[in-house]
Nanobody, 125 residues
């Protein structure tokens, strides 16, 4: 069992930056696939980015490429999502997720086994 706890959300002006953290406990993330998703009010949860812990490979949705970056701290068993050049349309609750599989496609919520509680990101104009 893996427990995930997100932090780092908040209110930021358009063009600003935030760094979200996803701290895992209960099991090392080695061999896992990590994902970041977001959900705006009235909308479905959407994929943002995927990170393969073993290979370090990353994949992003087009709308965040060049603005968002995933990184990790192996010693802390933590994944980060650095968000820059934020836009009002980035406003949502952000979730991290973990899959026991190292090869899952990882762009659908159903690809993941564990979820954090979410952290609110609000981008003002």
């Amino acid at each position: 069992q893996v427990q995930l706890v997100e932090s780092g959300g908040g209110l930021v002006q358009a063009g600003g930056s935030l760094r979200l953290s996803c701290a895992a406990s209960g099991r090392t993330l080695s061999g896992h696939t990590m994902g970041w998703f977001r959900q705006a009010p009235g909308k479905e949860r959407e994929f943002i980015a995927r990170f393969r812990w073993g290979s370090g490979s990353q994949y992003y949705r087009n709308s965040v490429k060049g603005r968002f970056t995933i990184s990790r701290d192996t010693a802390k068993n933590t994944v980060y999502l650095q968000m820059s050049s934020l836009k009002p349309e980035d406003t949502a609750v952000y979730y991290c997720a973990s899959s026991d599989s190292s090869s899952v496609v990882g762009v659908r919520p159903t690809d993941y086994d564990y979820w954090g509680q979410g952290t609110q990101v609000t981008v003002s104009v």
